[in-house]
């Protein structure tokens, strides 16, 4: 983003008339826009949305939402990434804040990716089928395509593997190592027969004979937001409140998973909450926006984080009503500013992975 750009947002920092200036601009552009927001967002953010949704959901809806002319990309760029590779040709996709990444994903590039592969085919370690979770970049996205892969998230991961394991006996999953292994503990492989890739060693750092008789390579990735809740934290929670229920997500570490009631996507967790009993009682291992929210639209029920602080995912937190406001304020004046646009060397075999991935959940 250019220094210009910057200004010109920040301007808007303290904006008192953001919120009527923002729901205006909506009102002109009328079906011309389409707001999408990931669960992560921030209530000043999220109450914008046209419809809102956990990655698979959002990639659902980014390929059906075909008519409006700019689709605004309350999340992180991979998710806008995705929605331009799901979108029609004539969909712009914008992201509010381009500084909205996703750290977990920043943990495998495709140079990383294609040593590995090349190690793997050189020591003869056949029948790999590459599964990259959503939460990569599209050159990964086109990688797996490619290779007979395909893409998965948090809420059709163990489909995904099903449909993988028909066409080959070992799965490098990347780069979420916990819902690699969280998935595959699910469908019976044991922890120890699952291999730990590490990028930056040139072998990967795993004993040839282990690579050779895995069924599971897991890429050496992780989201720090999830990998703050401990397993300490379930026992300690139980002991405060023995009735509590214990939801979770699958990039929680698999000792927590172990642990807890429920695991599932962000939309999963959101119905498991919303749809349980008056007086029901959870603790929710997910980022903090989502657990107020669950816990403001249920006040029938007592809802809090399962860790004492709360994980709060910065780079979704970047995303702020300034942000929103300038690119609706420069769409209405028929300047498309941060459009995210997947170079389409790229986008091919990225949209193959991603709509084998629509096509088995
Ligand atoms: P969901 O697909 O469950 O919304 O997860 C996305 C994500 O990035 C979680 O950290
Ligand atoms: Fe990425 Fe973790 Fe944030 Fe999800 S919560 S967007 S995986 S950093």
Redesign the pocket.
Known sequence: MSTATVCSVNHLANDPQAEERIASLKRSLGEKLFILG???QRDDVIRFADAR??????SQLAARQDRAEYIVFCG?HF?AESADILSQPHQKVILPDLAAG?S?ADMADIDQVEECWQFLEDQDVRGVVPITY??STAAIKAFCGEKGGAVC???NAPAVFKWAYQRGQTVLFLPDQHLGRNTGFKMGIPIDRMALWDPHHEDGNVPLEKLKISPLILWKGH?S??GRFRPEDVDTVRAKFPAIRVIV???CLWEVVQKADSV??????IKAVSQSDPGTQWAVG??IHLVNRLAKENPDKLIITLDNHGCL?TT?FRIAPKHVLWALENLSEGRVVNQIKVDDSVKYWAQVALDRMLAIA
């Open positions: 990931h669960h992560y949704g956990d990655s698979f959901k959002l992180v998710m996703c977990m959503m939460n998230t948090s809420s989201c937001v999830h997500h699958p990039e599932g996507s962000t939309e999963h967790i997910t980022e995912c979704m």
